[in-house]
């Protein structure tokens, strides 16, 4: 009995520092993203220091070639409209459809409609023109922040978020993840290779990808819960209750 009682407080409380761990973690990231944005926009836009911008610039500069253009176009596919409409549509329908796991549905669908619209929020407020002589065809619309990044961040973002909680197999729960997070960082790296976005632009859309993508679970979630304990609940006793009409 006093053993059973032991070993029930020890998983408590490992439960308890491993939630505790979890909370300072994402805590230490959302507000680095949010300092990171901060700093870009006094950078660029109060102190107007291009510094960071022409570092990188030269450095990745000194990497082009055709067959690295070809490599980062590709690259770069994966964070359009073109490619990302139809991946959330299929992956929405999927967890609607087929899985039990309809929330996930709603969260890709809520997800991928707000980031795209404070996309373009923030480069109407920041109105800054893009890089001067691209590698390909001139990119359309205003620099800061990127589209790219921002977007591809919150749509690849959430699938590490659905993959460490749905995929049960260790092994390729974290090669999906380290997949999808080496993804990211291409596809912001593809922008600034192919010059239609700064590196500051890059940053600034991964620091906003960051903010928004873990506001927007921890509201869904809250949406989640209140549901299961308040509108299900309250359906179901309804559909229960009700009498039966007669003929």
């Known amino acids: 009995m006093f053993k059973k009682a032991k070993l029930r407080l020890f998983r408590t409380l490992a439960s308890l520092g491993l939630f505790s761990a979890e909370i300072i973690i994402i805590t230490l990231v959302f507000f680095s993203a949010l300092f990171l944005f901060s700093y870009l926009v006094r950078e660029v836009f109060v102190l107007q220091n291009a510094q960071i911008d022409k570092t990188i610039f030269a450095y990745v500069g000194s990497r082009v070639s055709p067959r690295n253009t070809e490599w980062m176009e590709a690259i770069t596919f994966l964070g359009t409209h073109y490619f990302l409409i139809p991946a959330n549509i299929i992956l929405a329908a999927y967890f609607f459809f087929i899985s039990r796991h309809k929330w996930y549905s ?82 912001g790296i593809s922008r600034i290779y192919l010059r239609v976005h700064y590196p500051t632009d890059v940053l600034a859309g991964f620091s906003v990808g960051v903010i928004w993508l873990m506001a927007s679970l921890w509201l869904l979630r809250r949406m989640e819960r209140y549901s299961k304990k308040t509108i299900e609940p309250a359906i179901e006793h309804t559909v229960h209750t009700k009498k039966p009409t007669g003929n």
Request: proline fraction near 5%.
């Open 106 to 187: 709603i969260k890709i669908i809520s997800i991928a409609l707000s980031s795209t619209l404070l996309m373009f929020i923030l480069k109407f407020i920041f109105s800054r023109q893009r890089p001067l002589l691209p590698l390909v065809k001139p990119a359309l619309g205003y620099s800061f922040p990127s589209g790219h990044s921002l977007i591809g961040f919150a749509f690849y973002g959430l699938l590490i978020h659905i993959t460490y909680h749905y995929i049960k197999n260790g092994y390729i729960k974290w090669l999906l993840i380290v997949l999808f997070a080496f993804l990211i960082l291409l596809i």
